[in-house]
């Protein structure tokens, strides 16, 4: 399984951006996708799951401002994130799980200025 991702930039502070991920190759029907971002001298923590059902998970920091989606028809994964602070300031991953294994995408870099 292959995950493009797509997206990221520079922005202000309370300013919008949406991620896209694209996944292909071995596609099972069953999966989860999502986002995990990582900055600089951080552990890698997650953003935003949404399982097949459509069943979502956010982290706290990111309730209220960020929504992800998916289209099980494309195997995509979208992240709207509004009202950006400095703090989303990372690399975001997309990810997926299937049949046990987990995906990662290459990242790609959103920076908040202030």
């Known amino acids: 399984v292959q995950l493009q991702a797509s997206g990221g930039g520079l922005v202000q502070a309370g300013g919008s951006l949406r991620l896209s991920c694209a996944a292909s190759?071995?596609?099972?029907?069953?999966?989860?996708m999502g986002w995990y971002r990582q900055a600089p001298g951080k552990e890698r923590e997650l953003v935003a799951v949404i399982i097949s059902g459509g069943v979502t998970n956010y982290a706290d920091s990111v309730k209220g401002r960020f929504t992800i989606s998916r289209d099980n028809a494309k195997n995509t994964v979208d992240l709207q994130m509004n009202s950006l602070k400095p703090e989303d300031t990372a690399i975001y991953y997309c990810w997926r799980y299937q049949r046990g294994v987990h995906y990662w995408g290459q990242g790609t870099q959103v920076t908040v200025s202030s």
């Open positions: 190759g071995s596609i099972f029907i069953i999966n989860d």
